[in-house]
């Protein structure tokens, strides 16, 4: 069992990498890494990993190597460079105007040996910036890197306040995307308004994802939206299920509303099932139709109501599937 690093690149780009000097590391300390071409620096984000899956392994060739860890010099270097990278982006704004193609500089990193310099950038559509590379290549003297990043790069990278009134999750603590989907937002009974459940980014909110679990969970509990059930002999349809209060709305065919609770409405599922096996064999709740009970008259008279009612209802279902819909199927 070997002991890990997680280290974060100024780049953005986190690594694990195996602690061959067994040095004594604390989260947020820089050190100094072997690359594959020189030597650059990286901020520790998780000091003690002792991974006994056997499916986890690091490529020992390609991965990083710990050299050190940063001393004071390294810091004030650190700080050299940063000065640098302010003038390169100025460099670099005054030579992309020559150009056809439109981009916008986000950021200009600097490796620690100062054998590259990367720049990230947002651009409308791919751009062929061959001939712009070389011109910076031979302006900087050093190897050129272009990355094109998406919106949520850059909020990472620019930093901000969101909605929530505290800095944006991906530039405090949040290191790793999690993939967000419009399930999600159903799920969750969220409104379908996108500036609601959007991020300065663009994109579906990534805290939408925290308590995704929750309600996966609590909706097991309840019943499906569009599910029926009888309640003075009127057919009602299930329109919302309220999980926090544990109350369920329901709507009849004359558009009267009711909410009950939710050990209310299983009590008296409960009791029309009974009614409808008799009492010897239970269905389940999805097998639960009493439209076709024969018990109430009205039945035909009112089934195009009826359509028109659980139609509706089924208008704001969750789904409930493995939908791959993302957040990148959104127009922004």
């Known amino acids: 069992m070997s002991d ?11 690594e694990y990498i195996t602690n061959s000097l067994n040095a004594t590391i604390t989260p947020e ?26 499916n986890f392994k690091i490529d020992e060739e390609k991965s990083a190597k710990l050299i050190r860890v940063a001393t004071q010099e390294d810091i004030d270097t650190l700080e050299s460079l940063q000065e640098k990278e302010a003038e390169a982006n100025e460099k670099f704004k005054a030579a992309v105007v020559k150009y056809p193609f439109e981009m916008k500089l986000i950021d200009a990193v600097y490796q620690f040996d100062k054998n590259k310099i990367t720049f990230f950038f947002t651009a409308d559509g791919r751009v062929d910036f061959r001939e712009f590379v070389r011109e910076l290549a031979s302006t900087f003297k050093t190897r050129i890197e272009l990355h094109q990043i998406s919106g949520r790069d850059v909020a990472r990278k620019l930093g901000g306040i969101g ?6 999750c991906c530039t405090s603590f949040l290191k790793r995307f999690s993939q967000i989907t419009i399930k999600m937002v159903k799920d969750q009974n969220l409104s379908g308004n996108l500036s609601k ?6 994109r579906l909110l990534c805290c939408l994802d925290y308590e995704q679990d929750f309600y996966q969970e609590t909706a097991k509990e309840f019943p499906e939206v569009g599910d029926e059930l009888i309640i003075n002999k009127t057919k009602m349809i299930v329109s919302k299920n309220d999980y926090y209060n544990k109350k369920i709305t329901l709507v009849s ?23 409808n096996c008799g009492g010897k064999n239970h ?14 008259k009205n039945d035909s008279e009112n089934d195009d109501d009826y359509k028109t009612t659980k139609k509706r209802a089924e208008t704001n279902k969750p789904e409930r599937n493995n939908s791959n819909t993302t957040d990148d199927g959104i127009k922004e």
């Open 163 to 168: 909605m929530c009134g505290c800095r944006y």
């Open 4 to 14: 890990y690093i997680e280290i974060e690149y100024r780049s953005g780009k986190l």
């Open 197 to 202: 459940i959007s991020g300065p980014c663009g």
């Open 283 to 296: 269905k389940s709740d999805s097998q639960i139709n009493p439209r076709n009970s024969g018990n109430n």
């Open 29 to 54: 300390d820089w050190v100094i890494v072997e690359v594959e071409r020189g030597l650059d620096i990286a901020q520790v984000i998780h000091s003690s990993y002792a991974f006994e899956d056997e």
């Open 253 to 275: 065919a004359d558009d009267s509303i009711e909410m009950i609770t939710l050990d209310d409405f299983l009590k008296i599922q409960s009791n029309q099932n009974c009614k």
